[in-house]
Nanobody, 124 residues
C-alpha cells in the first residue's frame, strides 16, 4: 500500500487546515489509520487514529477538541481536520496505516505503511 499525504501549508494561528492521505495499491479497509507529526530533532509523535474494527477515532491530548480524524473507505482516503491551529502544531505530518495490536495504535511501531509527509507551518 502506498500512501500520499497532502494539504499542508502555511497558516496563521487560529486558522484551519485539512490534510488528506490517499491510498493506492491497496485499501484502508481493515487497517487502522493514523496521523503522526515530527519536528526536526525530535521523535515522531502520535496525533490521531481511526481504529480498524470500529472506525472510532482517538486523538492525542495535545490536539483533543481541535483536530479530528475521519476516513472514507470508499475513496481510500483519510483526513485530518485541524482547527484552532497553534504555532506549536508546526511539524511535518505523516499518515500511516497498519494493524497495530491493542496498545500500539499510538506508537510508530504499530504501523507498516507510511506516507511521505506534508509540512504544516503555523505562524504566530
Amino acid at each position: 500500500v502506498q500512501l500520499q499525504a497532502s494539504g499542508g501549508g502555511l497558516v496563521q494561528a487560529g486558522g484551519s487546515l485539512r490534510l488528506s492521505c490517499a491510498a493506492s495499491g491497496g485499501t484502508f479497509s481493515g487497517h487502522t489509520v493514523a496521523w503522526f507529526r515530527q519536528v526536526p530533532g525530535k521523535e515522531r509523535d502520535f496525533v490521531a487514529a481511526s481504529i480498524r474494527w470500529n472506525s472510532n477515532p482517538f486523538t492525542a491530548d495535545s490536539v483533543k477538541g481541535r483536530f479530528t480524524i475521519s476516513r472514507d473507505n470508499a475513496k481510500n482516503t483519510v483526513y485530518l481536520q485541524m482547527n484552532s491551529l497553534k504555532p506549536e502544531d508546526t511539524a511535518v505530518y505523516y499518515c500511516a496505516a497498519g494493524t497495530p495490536i491493542v496498545g500500539m495504535a499510538s506508537k510508530t511501531g504499530g504501523y507498516r505503511y507510511w506516507g511521505q509527509g506534508t509540512e504544516v507551518t503555523v505562524s504566530s
